[in-house]
């Protein structure tokens, strides 16, 4: 059975840093395109970074809002995701998801797709003073 438990979320200040894990079950992680996932309160779920299964080149895909401040990273030997957040803003906060995303990660990130194979619980992102 699939599974994705999300985990490293709080309360951080503007400017402060998190890092997010996306610890996955059911297969092996690094034979996939795995994404991050975000939903603002009142918004949509949207993609927001990707990276590319090992085969693939493990190539990383960030939407603009993220760019330059996030970086997505795995670690096969656990079976996660991890998602490197600085440079935190109020605009950041969501609830964070992590999927397999059923698209390419190309299109994924620049469409914002949000159809996946299943969702986590997520793990809640606050960037407040």
Same mark, same amino acid.
């Given at each position: 059975?699939?599974? /994705?438990?999300?985990?490293?979320?709080?309360?951080?200040?503007?400017?402060?840093?998190?890092?997010?894990?996306?610890?996955?079950?059911?297969?092996?992680?690094?034979?996939?395109?795995?994404? !991050?996932?975000?939903?603002?309160?009142?918004?949509?779920?949207?993609?927001?970074?990707?990276?590319?299964?090992? /085969?693939?080149?493990?190539?990383? /895909?960030?939407?603009?809002?993220?760019?330059?401040?996030?970086?997505?990273?795995?670690?096969?030997?656990?079976?996660?995701?991890?998602?490197?957040?600085?440079?935190?803003?109020?605009?950041?906060?969501?609830?964070? /998801?992590?999927?397999?995303?059923?698209?390419?990660?190309?299109?994924?990130?620049?469409?914002?797709?949000?159809?996946?194979?299943? !969702?986590?619980?997520?793990?809640?992102?606050?960037?407040?003073?």
């Amino acid at each position: 059975q699939v599974q /994705y438990v999300e985990s490293g979320g709080g309360l951080v200040q503007p400017g402060g840093s998190l890092r997010l894990s996306c610890t996955v079950s059911g297969f092996t992680s690094e034979d996939y395109a795995i994404g !991050w996932f975000r939903q603002a309160p009142g918004k949509e779920r949207e993609a927001i970074s990707c990276i590319s299964s090992e /085969y693939s080149g493990a190539s990383t /895909y960030y939407s603009d809002s993220v760019k330059g401040r996030f970086t997505i990273s795995r670690d096969n030997a656990k079976n996660t995701i991890n998602l490197q957040m600085n440079s935190l803003k109020p605009e950041d906060t969501a609830v964070y /998801y992590c999927a397999r995303p059923l698209g390419p990660c190309s299109m994924t990130i620049a469409e914002k797709r949000s159809q996946v194979d299943t !969702w986590g619980q997520g793990t809640q992102v606050t960037v407040s003073s």
